[in-house]
């Protein structure tokens, strides 16, 4: 079965930084893009970015407007990690942080993980 267990998360002050990890296990890690989402208080989960699987020809990310050029995702294949370093923190960046695998042609997910609890106060 596949387990995906979010951690870094905490209480920081608004412009802090925090750096997330999701470690995977139960599948061939290497070979799927991997994202990160999050879910405020009373909303619906939402995407925040992702990272492609490693090729010859590197990786690509993406990320959400909301986020594009404070976050940046990372992984590494050999800990089936990946990361998320959140810098220029905001209060709307409170959430709860979840991590999982994108397929671009369907939206499939495994089990949701427990997720990490941001929390960004002014």
């Known amino acids: 079965q596949v387990q995906l267990v979010e951690s870094g998360g905490g209480l920081v002050q608004a412009g802090g930084s925090l750096r997330l990890s999701c470690a995977a296990s139960?599948?061939?890690?290497?070979?799927?893009?991997m994202g990160w989402f999050r879910q405020k208080p009373g909303k619906e989960r939402e995407f925040v970015t992702d990272i492609s699987a490693i090729s010859w020809s590197g990786t690509h990310t993406s990320y959400a407007d909301s986020v594009k050029g404070r976050f940046t995702i990372s992984r590494d294949n050999a800990n089936n990690t990946v990361y998320l370093q959140m810098n220029s923190l905001k209060p709307e960046d409170t959430a709860v942080y979840y991590c999982?695998?994108?397929?671009?042609?369907?939206?499939?997910?495994?089990?949701w993980g427990q997720g990490t609890q941001v929390t960004v106060s002014s």
């Open positions: 139960g599948l061939t890690f290497s070979t799927y893009a």
């Open positions: 999982n695998i994108v397929l671009y042609y369907t939206t499939n997910y495994y089990p």
